[in-house]
């Protein structure tokens, strides 16, 4: 039981020390970098967390941790990109322009 909890400590001491998150890439279908788009990351226990914009390149970060549902990415010129889980949400994202 002692070698299960020091496993389980360490795997959580290494996922705080690694800042383990997982970041995403969101871009035009030209190629171009989409800043201010809108994430909105949901998981199983139906907590919208976090909810944020894409910065000037086009890249958002998130905690990386099981029980992804739901991404949404939205832009108000283009159409609004769904990830259904579970499952690791796609890094390279590619929004259609409306």
Same mark, same amino acid.
């Given at each position: 039981? $002692? ?7 360490? &795997?959580?001491?290494?996922?705080? +020390?690694?800042?383990?998150? @997982?970041? +995403? ?9 989409? &800043?201010? &788009? /809108? ?5 199983? /226990?139906?907590? &919208? ?14 905690? /990386? ?8 990415? /939205? @832009?108000?010129?283009?159409? =609004?990109?769904?990830? =259904? ?12 322009? $409306?």
């Amino acid at each position: 039981m $002692k070698t299960r909890i020091k496993a389980l400590g360490s &795997a959580i001491f290494c996922m705080m +020390i690694c800042g383990c998150a @997982h970041d +995403i890439r969101v871009r035009d279908e030209a190629g171009k970098p989409v &800043a201010h &788009a /809108s994430v909105a990351v949901v998981r199983y /226990s139906l907590a &919208a967390d976090p909810v944020g914009e894409t910065d000037a390149k086009g890249k958002f970060s998130f905690p /990386s941790t099981p029980g992804l549902e739901l991404l949404d990415v /939205s @832009h108000r010129d283009f159409e =609004t990109f769904h990830f =259904t889980g579970p499952g690791d949400a796609p890094k390279n994202i590619v929004l259609k322009r $409306k």
